[in-house]
């Protein structure tokens, strides 16, 4: 395990030193040492700062899980900024909100990632939200203050429209171009950069969605984010030998400091995967000698159900997962037919990344029954049924939000997570239920204020309700149920089309459901809890 320093830049200069020749990402044909990989993050800080990142700027990447997700990543940091990821599915319009509410100065992004164009996506979003305001339909008017474009190409060349440089607010650059842009950074200014970041500078902003109906920018520090990735590589075990695939999303606290950064504190290589594939996950763990496999219950149940006879899947030891619920044959699959040593379930939300965490050679009834108990340093407690936590991983606040920020985290530092749950006489913790109007679909949490903001403003919609309903293979879907205007002739497929041009995938209602009235209490809040038994 690597000392850990306070910061990234530090941690990354360190581990480099440490093991500069040991495997630090492997993604196909493209594999980096601990030495290449620092490397590559110094060039590619110098080209950000050459195009105007200054210390404190915040720093967007729309991108799946790559290597070049990591160096454009630690690169932010490097610089003096402040990496904001972006969630794959999200739409033009919900980007286009987080880069106006952090005041992106630089975007990195895979443009045709899953088929889709993010570029056009994202210049018409910023031309409507432009339009609305009465500005110049463009993105120079729609993001003022982004200074720059980063295209990750994903294999195809730029069209000439795309590289037009009047066609973005600032330079539109090719990832294969950041080593000549470099040029005009000193390496020398790069360092003392990275060597002026604090402890306690903020790191990272992280979005969640939000009970108000907008998602909420979640403020870590530097010495936060380290101690996240360093209790969970110690509690699990995780060591230098061993070969990390990532299925669980960059752009996630589970894939981000839970992988990259346990990466730099244990020294692990990691083997990033765009997105969940079976049959090239499999490929991958004989080819490479997978040994650790984080992921959502789905991911295990797959490799349960699928024909495994053409791989060796025998180099697997360590796998984390977690869910609301988790089966008790489940975890006894994992370790009798799949032949995982360990297998444990744990706790965290992106206000605080890891909270509790099963042992190893904890039985499979309480890996499956519970979450885990509380890792070192952070304290748990249960007020009126309601989970709270205390710790060094809680948090900073939410960004620019104070009032969301006090309601979150109280006078004498407890986050109040909006979970229900009870410890046992051991400290494990069983969570039972939400406070909080929230669903999780495969492994994402998705407040229906959100999706009924999107249902919203389409035309013919007087009013909305979302609630999750059971789904064998995500666990939870939404279903709307969707008051229409008299004489609107809206559909089913016409609202699920509207929410898939509003809303990432994954918070998209896989039912509609037309009622005349929402039913309500006597205050007039909508009885959800009506609605999920009704359906």
């Not at 590289?163 to 973005?168: C, S």
């Not at 020398?188 to 920018?217: H, M, N």
């Not at 744990?346 to 890792?375: H, I, K, N, Q, Y």
Request: proline letters at 4%.
């Amino acid at each position: 395990m690597i000392e850990t320093p306070g910061t990234l830049p530090a941690l990354l200069d360190a581990v480099a030193s440490a093991q500069g020749d040991r495997p630090a990402v492997v993604d196909g044909e493209a594999a980096l040492t601990f030495g290449e990989l620092r490397e590559q993050v110094r060039c590619t800080a110098r080209a950000y700062a050459a195009l105007g990142v200054a210390p404190g700027d915040r720093v967007s990447i729309w991108a799946p899980n790559c290597w070049q997700w990591e160096v454009a990543a630690l690169a932010v940091t490097y610089a003096g900024a402040t990496l904001v990821p972006l969630n794959t599915r999200y739409t033009g319009h919900e980007v286009v909100d987080v880069l106006r509410r952090t005041s992106t100065s630089l975007l990195v992004v895979a443009d045709g990632f899953l088929g889709r164009s993010q570029l056009t996506e994202l210049e018409a979003a910023a031309a409507e939200e432009a339009s609305e305001l009465g500005s110049e339909a463009d993105l120079v008017t729609g993001l003022p203050d982004l200074r720059a474009l980063v295209r990750i190409s994903g294999g195809r060349a730029a069209s000439a429209s795309e590289r037009r440089r009047d066609h973005l607010s600032g330079d539109h650059i090719e990832w294969d171009d950041l080593a000549t842009v470099a040029a005009d950074t000193p390496e020398d200014e790069i360092d003392r950069r990275a060597a002026a970041v604090k402890p306690d500078d903020i790191a990272d902003i992280l979005f969640t969605s939000g009970t108000t109906g907008r998602s909420k920018g979640v403020l870590t520090a530097h010495r936060q984010t380290i101690a996240a990735a360093d209790v969970w590589a110690r509690t699990v075990g995780v060591t230098a030998e061993d070969r990390y695939l990532v299925i669980n999303p960059f752009f996630h606290s589970f894939g981000y400091k839970a992988g990259i950064v346990v990466s730099l504190v244990s020294g692990c290589a990691l083997y990033p995967q765009a997105t969940f594939d079976l049959t090239g996950a499999m490929e991958l763990i004989d080819s490479a000698g997978i040994t650790v496999l984080p992921g959502a219950p789905t991911v295990f149940l797959s490799l349960l159900n699928t024909d495994r006879s053409a791989y060796h899947l025998g180099s697997l030891r360590l796998a984390v997962t977690g869910a609301a619920f988790v089966p008790v044959t489940l975890i006894e699959q994992m370790h009798s037919v799949l032949g995982i040593e360990t297998a444990l379930t744990a706790f965290g939300m992106t206000e605080c990344v890891v909270a509790t965490m099963c042992r190893p050679g904890d039985p499979p009834e309480l890996v499956a029954a519970t979450s885990g108990r509380a890792v070192d340093g952070l304290e748990i407690w249960i007020a009126d049924g309601e989970i709270l936590f205390r710790g060094p991983m809680v948090m900073r606040g939410y960004l620019d939000d104070p009032e969301a920020t006090a309601a979150a985290i109280d006078a004498d530092g407890w986050l109040h997570t909006g979970d229900v749950g009870h410890l046992d006489d051991n400290g494990y913790l069983t969570v039972t239920d939400r406070i909080k109007d929230m669903y999780i679909c495969g492994g994402f949490n998705v407040y229906p204020a959100e999706v009924e903001q999107a249902l919203a403003r389409l035309d013919g919609v007087v009013e909305s309700a979302v609630v999750g309903v059971p789904d064998e293979r995500l666990g939870e879907v939404g279903r709307a149920f969707v008051v229409r205007r008299d004489g609107a002739t809206l559909t089913e497929d016409d609202v699920i089309a509207h929410a898939k041009e509003r809303i990432a995938n994954f918070k998209v209602p896989r039912s509609v459901v037309f009622v005349d009235a929402l039913p309500r209490n006597l205050s007039g809040k909508i009885l959800k809890t009506e609605l999920r038994s009704g359906s």
